[in-house]
């Protein structure tokens, strides 16, 4: 079988056992901390014993099993072991060990209780702070996959259907509470082959992945590798986070060819770049660098060419994609030979229905790429009805790799699901067969007749002196017309940070009467998936929660 040529009644587990072997020499799994490497074969073997554990403790084909572990070696046997039994996996946000037990626990049993897990696959370091969750969750039975067999053959015969659930993927959070959104094996497969497809990733490739495994975009990143067969290097995401140094040395060392991540990890790699001597590090191999989960920056796409540019990065390397959980990951992709288009507009034409003007003093946009293979977009004005291309408003989708629904909640499908169309929340315009994306709708604000996007705003103050490392967001209050934003800083002076934010958006916007706080480092929370918490940082600017 060819990459991309799966049928509608294949699952995740028929395409993987029909793609070539390539036994220990590619498909492998790395983990570079414990210095673990798993084989396809091994893969196999392992995935097959963990199911047949599964069975003889009484999962059923249908059951959500539960996953608690972090990118270590026995998540994908895990993974794929909770798929032959012909349950759904569903992988649970980790909670960091330095947390009050209690805490973790009362955390972990709502994702529990809202998925319907009986059964939870764990592995070190979980597997000794379970006490007080199964206190709240006695009848939930737990199994070590570091203790589980081998197997040479898939546990049972039950034949696993394309449109049966293969996921149970939970939202990030980053401006509502979670979801367990439920995706069927046709979706993950197609999330999956179409960018296989559009990239041309080939055994030949190398990746690597920080982005934790409970996120969609390190999920589906995972799939992937195991699809096209190529190498995965899977790192720890504290590691990653605090030294980009080592990462892009890895880089190096390893010959990584492809690498995933939200703009601001980007921007962590390119601070390290222009203030370490890297003349030994060579990353011309890199050739895909994909960037989404969040807005993708112009400024970003532009100083990551010609920064790394220096160490060999090809000059078209950085992709944007733009997706969401609720598709299962993948909606658009950037062409992975040509750099990303970028445009300026007017923001006083991005109003619903309206036609977008290109300018040449304006808030720059970068193209997200064309729509995947077995996928649509469309954009819509405020009354709901689609609008010609170039026009402003929200974007939909729909296709093969749409959610089945929000686990147990018919009432939220439905609104997030209209005719078969996905509605995303975000705004933004097609032009010349690409996907610009300007924000969510809920971030955008009426300001004196002004539509105001929080993340042009972020965009401007990120370069302020004063700024700790880009770090800045803004929310908007729709009662009060008004925009605040917050800014963390480690200067003494906070006035006078406060005063250089406001003059930027004065200067830039017209906007004199912005709210500014200046906060201390790390105030600012994010989503496990690193994306700012918006609508927690909104409730403590309303409750004036704004530390010292």
């Known amino acids: 079988m060819t990459v991309g040529a799966a049928s509608t009644t294949d699952s995740l587990l028929d395409v993987l056992a029909t793609f070539p072997d390539h036994g220990t020499t590619c498909g492998r799994l790395m983990f570079p901390e414990p210095g673990v490497t798993i084989t396809r074969p091994v893969l196999a073997e392992r995935a097959n014993g963990l199911g047949r554990e599964l069975l003889a403790t009484g999962t059923d084909p249908g059951d959500v099993v539960g996953i608690l572990m972090p990118s270590a070696p026995s998540f994908p046997p895990a993974l794929l072991g909770i798929l032959t039994t ?12 330095a947390r009050d037990p209690d805490a973790m626990a009362d955390d972990l049993a709502a994702y529990i209780r809202a998925a319907g ?19 709240r969750c006695p009848e939930l039975r737990v199994l070590d996959a570091d203790r589980c067999g081998t197997a040479s053959r898939r546990p049972t ?43 041309d990733f080939t055994p030949a490739d190398v990746g690597y992945q920080w982005l934790p495994l409970f996120h969609d975009f390190g999920m589906i990143g995972l799939i992937i590798s195991l699809c096209a067969g190529f190498d995965i290097h899977l790192a720890n995401p504290a590691t990653f986070i605090r030294d980009q140094e080592r990462a892009l040395r890895y880089f190096s060392e390893n010959g990584v060819t492809v690498c995933t991540g939200p703009n601001f990890a980007y921007d962590r790699l390119l601070s390290t770049a222009e203030c370490r001597d890297l003349s030994d590090v060579d990353l011309s191999r890199w050739r895909i660098a994909l960037t989404g989960g969040e807005q993708v920056a112009a400024t970003t796409v532009r100083r990551f060419t010609e920064i790394l540019g220096r160490q060999g990065l090809p000059g078209a390397a950085m992709t944007p994609a733009y997706g969401m959980a609720e598709y299962c990951a993948g909606i658009t992709i950037g062409a992975p030979d040509r750099a990303p288009r970028i445009v300026t507009v007017d923001r006083a034409s991005l109003v619903p229905g309206n036609r977008v003007r290109v300018c040449t003093d304006g808030w720059d946009l970068v193209a997200q790429g ?7 977009i469309r954009v819509v004005g405020s009354g709901g009805s689609a609008v010609p291309t170039g026009c402003f408003g929200e974007i939909e989708v729909r296709g093969a790799s749409l959610m089945n629904g929000y686990l147990n909640d018919p009432v939220a499908t439905s609104k997030a699901v209209r005719d078969g169309w996905l509605r995303t929340g975000d705004e933004g315009f097609v032009l010349g067969g690409e996907l610009y994306v300007a924000g969510r709708s809920k971030d955008m604000v009426i300001v004196r007749g002004r539509n105001v996007h929080a993340e042009d705003v972020e965009a401007m103050v990120r370069q302020v ?3 700790y490392q880009r770090h800045c967001v803004a929310v908007a209050d729709k009662r009060r017309e008004q925009l605040t934003v917050v800014v963390e800083s480690t200067m003494p002076d906070r006035e006078s940070v406060a005063e250089k934010v406001r003059q930027e958006i004065a200067e830039r916007l017209g906007l004199a ?26 409730r403590r600017v309303e409750t004036g929660e704004l530390g010292a």
């Open 86 to 97: 012909g349950a759904a996996a569903s992988v649970l946000p980790l909670p960091t060990t």
């Open 117 to 135: 897990i009986r059964q939870l696959v764990t592995a070190a370091p979980f597997t000794g702070l379970l006490a007080p969750l199964l206190d």
């Open 157 to 199: 015969s039950t034949t696993v259907r394309t449109h049966d659930p293969a996921l149970v993927q939970f939202t990030s959070g980053s401006t509502a509470r979670p979801r367990g959104v439920v995706l069927s094996h046709g979706a993950v497969l197609n999330a999956a082959l179409a960018p296989i497809r559009r990239c």
């Open 370 to 376: 064309s729509p995947l293979d077995g996928t649509e």
């Open 465 to 467: 002196p004063g700024v």
């Open 513 to 538: 009467q912005v709210v500014v706080h200046v906060v201390d480092r790390s105030w600012l929370p994010r989503t496990t998936s690193g994306k700012w918490r918006r609508a927690e940082i909104r």
